[in-house]
């Protein structure tokens, strides 16, 4: 009794402080704050499209499995409930933000949005399709296959967007479980999900060693909670040459035999060909962004860039919605291009974020554009440099496909000589003319970590500004948002300020 | 045993030093994936890297950082420091993360004359096998071409047989240890197995052949509480043993990469088809090796220590795993949860690479016996 009035009253302490944050994230929060009445409806379109995507599967899910079922899901999948923080995200990344600039953060979140639902509908409706995937064993060939792809790992990425605290339970889960606590969060919070039993259950899984070995390893642990077939694909170490490729596409085709034989899954090679096609029309989009983004100063940046490459080309390559996204966003960039608007009013500064992104403090970037004109340009996860797939027959989409696994972020660069990780930042540099180099050093990349002595002193000897920013990818307990903040801070304080004021320096 | 204990002194001891002096060409290696029969053709000898008595790794966690684990960090020290100058050639595996970005950091700052990786798949299929072999095959072309040596088949053959001569002899010793009352410790075991990693292997022999005369007059090797079975990552110290030994727990088995379980089973060679001697390698390699890395091998791997558990009669399970090993850290999870299944007690001990905080490790190898009513 007496906690429960000690509840109440810590309840009602914290009420205004609630009520301020509501207010400050509604709508009517972003009226206020707005000048400009055509961002004002930019926002309102997304924010109201957003909603309306949440309803639609509250909705269609209400009539066609009913209430209960509803519930159940909810009861399930009780993480489903922080989708109502979408568009307090959406308010996150676009504040201070106008014109084509907010309009491309906003079509991000949206473009998420509606492919959420649409994934989510095919756990709901179709489990009997369910193929569960390792977050870099591409979904190409089971969708040519006709099964539904789900990421083990997607809503480790995803939830902290939405609540930077979402994944500690699993995080907790994992290590009470006897995962060691030193490795990647987002692995540990992949594993809580599974011992929670919140993660769905497909028909088979597969899975890979890539990126690393926590990652790898714990596909062990999750074979045996989930009880169902699995296959591994296996990337070699050195994989630029063409021994590599051959081992690859012969491992590709072992998969495709064994989804053939524990799914329901058959490949139709014509639906393969449709799907990459579309991904090299993705492709090609991404290129024209690219090249846009090379003028400086760039006409769009950040989330843009890098949020709609990591959830368009990881989960849904060859999507209608993530082609027609792409489409929209380099509309926008040629108009702001065209009008000569930067993305960033105050663009001082171009980064490139190396590592993945910082999913529980996505809003540092804007942050960072406001404070101190740091515009990011490109990150890791996005930078890919492989050629179109080849769709002319099976065997050249196998070979295209093992290429772009191969030379996928985080594969390429975890994997063979230094210099895979090395000249990837250094050309990325040059290509995009920046001015310095984030290194979000995620504190469970051990691989990554273990890079930056010798790429400390490499862009010494280049004189490239280098920020190597402590954090952990999903666990805001290790490393605050103030910290991460603090970080930066210092940095433009002690590094770019002095470089600034003696341009000899440089 | 002194002999052993003194061979562990230095990370190349006097016999590397002798096989030196004698024109052969030492190859630093640090993985089981290595065949070290391979290594030991014609002049060449295989030298397990190892950091004895490491005191501090300053310089290493400059560049590897303090999340790595601290065998990669010892020997990138050890490295740096000139420890290994006998050493002229490095034959690694990019075993883990770790390992990677061990080579790729001592490749930076040494820049050494021979080093070769040995791109080891991580799961076992016909096609992988060839694979290997090939990558074999590679690494011979390369150590035929920088140091001269004959890598033909007969000379492979050759150091099959010899590497499968000291195996056997190993292993007799080994097995010394399923009796009821066994005939030597498992410090004195792992002095012996590590020194023989470290050491060419003509030269020791005979050392191990009086040690083995030595310890088959013995009776037995004191009063134990409990047998017990080690487990896990790169265990070199063998006071790490001895300090488990220490509260009443005999090991008389250990699976872990530089154990006797499965690494010194003797290489099946195809005398009959006139086999290829590369490609037994490349197979023998995947059999004799039983780690994490491996993406579908938990289920042998734990077969292989429930097999073990009843033909060694072990009371319980110590699983030793270096700190930020995420292979061990991970895959312990579901070895822990399946050896309870089984009714095995286990013990899983997170640790250094060199022994630190003895006195905690006493206590919970204490206690865990105790737990166990022994």
């Given at each position: 009794?007496?906690?429960?009035?000690?509840?109440?009253r810590?309840?009602?302490?914290?009420?205004?402080?609630l009520?301020k944050?509501?207010?400050?994230?509604?709508?009517?929060?972003?009226?206020?704050?707005t000048k400009?009445?055509?961002?004002?409806?930019?926002?309102?379109?997304y924010?109201?499209?957003?909603?309306?995507?949440?309803?639609?599967?509250?909705?269609?899910?209400?009539?066609?499995?009913?209430?209960?079922?509803?519930i159940?899901l909810?009861?399930?999948?009780p993480?489903?409930?922080?989708?109502?923080n979408?568009?307090?995200?959406?308010?996150?990344?676009t504040?201070?933000?106008?014109?084509?600039?907010?309009?491309?953060?906003?079509?991000?979140?949206?473009?998420?949005?509606?492919?959420?639902?649409?994934?989510?509908?095919?756990?709901?409706y179709?489990?009997?399709?369910?193929?569960?995937?390792?977050?870099?064993v591409p979904?190409?060939?089971?969708?040519?296959?006709?099964?539904?792809?789900?990421?083990?790992?997607?809503?480790?990425?995803?939830?902290?967007?939405?609540?930077?605290?979402?994944?500690?339970?699993?995080?907790?889960?994992?290590?009470?479980?006897?995962?060691?606590?030193?490795?990647?969060?987002?692995?540990?919070s992949?594993?809580?999900?599974?011992?929670?039993?919140?993660?769905?259950?497909?028909?088979?899984?597969?899975?890979?060693?890539?990126?690393?070995?926590?990652?790898?390893?714990?596909?062990?642990?999750?074979?045996?909670?989930?009880?169902?077939?699995?296959?591994?694909?296996?990337?070699?170490?050195?994989?630029?040459?063409?021994?590599?490729?051959?081992?690859?596409v012969?491992?590709?085709?072992g998969?495709?035999?064994?989804?053939?034989?524990?799914?329901?899954?058959?490949?139709?090679w014509?639906?393969?060909?449709?799907?990459?096609?579309k991904?090299?029309?993705?492709?090609?989009?991404?290129?024209?962004?690219?090249?846009m983004?090379?003028?400086?100063?760039?006409?769009?940046?950040?989330e843009?860039?890098?949020?709609?490459?990591?959830?368009?080309?990881?989960?849904?390559?060859?999507?209608?919605?993530?082609?027609?996204?792409?489409?929209r966003?380099?509309?926008?960039?040629?108009?702001?291009?065209?009008?000569?608007?930067?993305?960033?009013?105050?663009?001082?500064?171009?980064?490139?974020?190396?590592?993945?992104?910082?999913?529980?403090?996505?809003?540092?970037?804007?942050?960072?554009?406001?404070a101190?004109?740091?515009?990011l340009?490109?990150?890791?996860?996005?930078?890919?440099?492989?050629?179109?797939?080849?769709?002319?027959?099976?065997e050249t989409?196998?070979?295209?496909?093992?290429?772009?696994?191969?030379?996928?972020?985080?594969?390429?660069?975890?994997?063979?000589?230094?210099?895979?990780?090395?000249?990837?930042?250094?050309?990325?540099?040059?290509?995009?003319?920046?001015?310095?180099?984030?290194?979000?050093?995620?504190?469970?990349c051990?691989?990554?970590?273990?890079?930056?002595?010798?790429?400390?002193?490499?862009c010494?000897?280049?004189?490239?500004?280098?920020?190597?920013?402590?954090?952990?990818?999903?666990?805001?307990?290790?490393?605050s948002?103030?910290?991460?903040?603090?970080?930066?801070?210092?940095?433009?304080?002690?590094?770019?300020k002095?470089?600034?004021?003696?341009?000899?320096?440089q | 045993?002194?002999?052993?204990?003194e061979?562990?002194?230095?990370?190349?001891?006097?016999?590397?030093?002798?096989?030196v002096?004698?024109?052969?060409?030492?190859?630093?290696?640090?993985?089981?994936?290595?065949?070290?029969?391979?290594l030991?053709?014609?002049?060449?000898?295989?030298?397990?890297?190892?950091a004895?008595?490491?005191?501090?790794?300053?310089?290493?966690?400059?560049?590897?950082?303090?999340?790595?684990?601290?065998?990669?960090?010892?020997?990138?020290?050890?490295a740096?420091?000139?420890?290994?100058?006998?050493?002229?050639?490095?034959?690694?595996?990019?075993?883990?993360?770790?390992?990677?970005?061990?080579?790729?950091?001592?490749?930076?700052?040494?820049?050494?004359?021979?080093?070769?990786?040995?791109?080891?798949p991580?799961?076992?299929t016909?096609?992988?096998?060839?694979?290997?072999?090939?990558?074999?095959?590679?690494?011979?072309?390369?150590?035929?071409?920088?140091f001269?040596?004959?890598?033909s088949?007969?000379?492979?053959?050759?150091?099959?047989?010899?590497?499968n001569t000291?195996?056997?002899?190993?292993?007799?010793?080994?097995?010394l240890?399923?009796?009821?009352v066994?005939?030597?410790?498992?410090?004195?075991?792992?002095?012996?197995?590590?020194a023989?990693?470290?050491?060419?292997?003509?030269?020791?022999?005979?050392?191990?052949?009086?040690?083995?005369?030595?310890?088959?007059?013995?009776a037995?090797?004191?009063?134990?509480?409990?047998?017990?079975m080690?487990?896990?990552?790169?265990?070199?110290?063998p006071?790490?043993i001895?300090?488990?030994?220490?509260?009443?727990?005999?090991?008389?088995?250990d699976?872990?990469?530089?154990?006797?379980?499965?690494?010194?089973?003797?290489?099946?060679?195809?005398?009959k088809?006139?086999?290829?001697?590369?490609?037994?390698?490349?197979?023998h390699?995947?059999?004799?090796?039983?780690?994490?890395?491996?993406?579908?091998?938990?289920?042998?791997?734990?077969?292989t220590?429930?097999?073990?558990?009843?033909?060694?009669?072990?009371?319980?399970?110590?699983?030793?795993?270096?700190?930020?090993?995420?292979?061990?850290?991970?895959?312990?999870?579901?070895?822990?949860?399946?050896?309870?299944?089984?009714?095995?007690?286990?013990?899983?001990?997170?640790?250094?690479?060199?022994?630190?905080?003895?006195?905690?490790?006493?206590?919970?190898?204490?206690?865990?016996?105790?737990?166990?009513?022994?």
């Amino acid at each position: 009794m007496k906690d429960a009035f000690a509840n109440a009253r810590h309840f009602g302490e914290r009420l205004p402080g609630l009520a301020k944050d509501f207010f400050h994230y509604s709508l009517i929060g972003y009226f206020f704050e707005t000048k400009s009445i055509n961002d004002a409806f930019i926002y309102t379109k997304y924010w109201a499209f957003i909603w309306g995507n949440i309803f639609k599967l509250v909705i269609r899910m209400l009539f066609k499995k009913g209430p209960i079922a509803v519930i159940r899901l909810f009861i399930q999948y009780p993480w489903i409930l922080w989708f109502l923080n979408a568009t307090k995200l959406l308010r996150r990344l676009t504040k201070g933000r106008k014109g084509a600039y907010l309009e491309s953060t906003a079509l991000v979140i949206h473009a998420i949005a509606v492919l959420l639902v649409e994934k989510l509908e095919e756990v709901i409706y179709q489990p009997e399709r369910l193929l569960i995937n390792e977050d870099l064993v591409p979904p190409e060939i089971a969708m040519a296959m006709g099964l539904n792809v789900w990421l083990v790992e997607g809503m480790g990425i995803l939830l902290p967007f939405l609540n930077s605290e979402a994944c500690l339970g699993f995080i907790d889960e994992a290590e009470n479980a006897g995962m060691n606590p030193d490795s990647c969060s987002f692995v540990k919070s992949a594993v809580g999900m599974v011992i929670k039993n919140q993660q769905p259950r497909g028909c088979a899984m597969v899975s890979s060693n890539m990126p690393c070995d926590a990652g790898m390893a714990s596909y062990t642990y999750i074979e045996k909670q989930f009880d169902v077939p699995t296959y591994r694909v296996d990337v070699p170490y050195h994989f630029h040459n063409e021994r590599a490729e051959k081992l690859f596409v012969e491992d590709l085709k072992g998969m495709i035999a064994f989804l053939e034989k524990h799914t329901p899954g058959r490949m139709d090679w014509e639906k393969l060909r449709e799907i990459c096609e579309k991904r090299n029309r993705m492709m090609e989009l991404e290129l024209e962004l690219w090249d846009m983004m090379r003028v400086s100063p760039a006409p769009l940046a950040s989330e843009a860039i890098w949020l709609s490459h990591l959830f368009l080309f990881h989960w849904f390559p060859g999507n209608k919605v993530s082609i027609r996204h792409y489409e929209r966003l380099v509309e926008l960039a040629k108009k702001n291009l065209d009008a000569k608007i930067p993305a960033v009013e105050n663009e001082k500064y171009r980064a490139v974020l190396w590592n993945p992104p910082f999913p529980q403090f996505p809003d540092i970037f804007n942050r960072m554009e406001r404070a101190h004109g740091i515009t990011l340009i490109m990150d890791s996860m996005s930078y890919n440099h492989h050629n179109l797939i080849d769709t002319s027959t099976p065997e050249t989409m196998l070979t295209g496909l093992s290429k772009i696994i191969m030379d996928g972020p985080m594969v390429r660069h975890t994997r063979g000589p230094a210099e895979n990780y090395l000249d990837d930042i250094f050309r990325c540099y040059k290509q995009f003319d920046l001015d310095m180099v984030w290194i979000a050093n995620h504190v469970g990349c051990k691989g990554g970590q273990a890079m930056n002595g010798i790429l400390r002193e490499k862009c010494r000897e280049m004189k490239i500004p280098l920020l190597i920013l402590d954090y952990d990818l999903l666990d805001p307990r290790i490393v605050s948002h103030e910290g991460m903040m603090k970080q930066v801070d210092d940095f433009m304080e002690t590094v770019m300020k002095p470089r600034q004021a003696s341009p000899a320096a440089q | 045993m002194n002999i052993f204990q003194e061979l562990l002194e230095s990370p190349q001891n006097e016999l590397v030093e002798q096989a030196v002096s004698d024109g052969r060409i030492p190859i630093g290696y640090s993985c089981s994936f290595v065949p070290e029969a391979f290594l030991m053709t014609d002049k060449l000898f295989p030298v397990r890297l190892h950091a004895p008595g490491i005191a501090g790794t300053e310089i290493a966690d400059i560049y590897l950082s303090n999340f790595i684990c601290t065998y990669a960090r010892s020997l990138l020290e050890f490295a740096i420091d000139d420890r290994f100058d006998l050493i002229q050639g490095w034959v690694f595996v990019p075993s883990c993360n770790h390992m990677q970005r061990l080579i790729d950091n001592l490749e930076y700052l040494q820049k050494p004359a021979f080093s070769h990786v040995l791109d080891v798949p991580r799961k076992v299929t016909e096609a992988t096998i060839a694979w290997q072999a090939e990558e074999l095959r590679m690494l011979a072309a390369r150590l035929s071409d920088h140091f001269g040596v004959d890598m033909s088949d007969a000379a492979l053959n050759k150091a099959i047989a010899e590497w499968n001569t000291f195996a056997e002899v190993i292993q007799s010793i080994g097995d010394l240890r399923k009796r009821a009352v066994p005939l030597i410790t498992g410090t004195e075991f792992h002095k012996l197995i590590m020194a023989s990693l470290a050491s060419p292997k003509n030269l020791i022999l005979p050392k191990v052949l009086d040690f083995r005369k030595e310890i088959e007059q013995r009776a037995a090797v004191g009063d134990f509480r409990a047998r017990l079975m080690v487990v896990g990552s790169h265990l070199h110290d063998p006071d790490f043993i001895r300090v488990i030994e220490s509260q009443g727990g005999l090991v008389v088995a250990d699976l872990f990469c530089t154990g006797s379980i499965p690494g010194f089973t003797p290489i099946e060679i195809e005398t009959k088809k006139n086999g290829d001697p590369i490609k037994t390698l490349a197979e023998h390699t995947f059999k004799k090796t039983l780690c994490p890395r491996m993406m579908e091998d938990f289920d042998r791997r734990l077969k292989t220590i429930i097999d073990t558990v009843k033909e060694y009669q072990v009371d319980g399970v110590v699983i030793e795993i270096i700190k930020f090993c995420d292979l061990w850290g991970v895959d312990s999870m579901p070895l822990v949860d399946a050896l309870r299944k089984e009714g095995i007690p286990v013990l899983k001990l997170e640790r250094e690479y060199s022994l630190g905080g003895e006195g905690q490790l006493r206590t919970r190898v204490q206690a865990f016996i105790e737990s166990m009513g022994k």
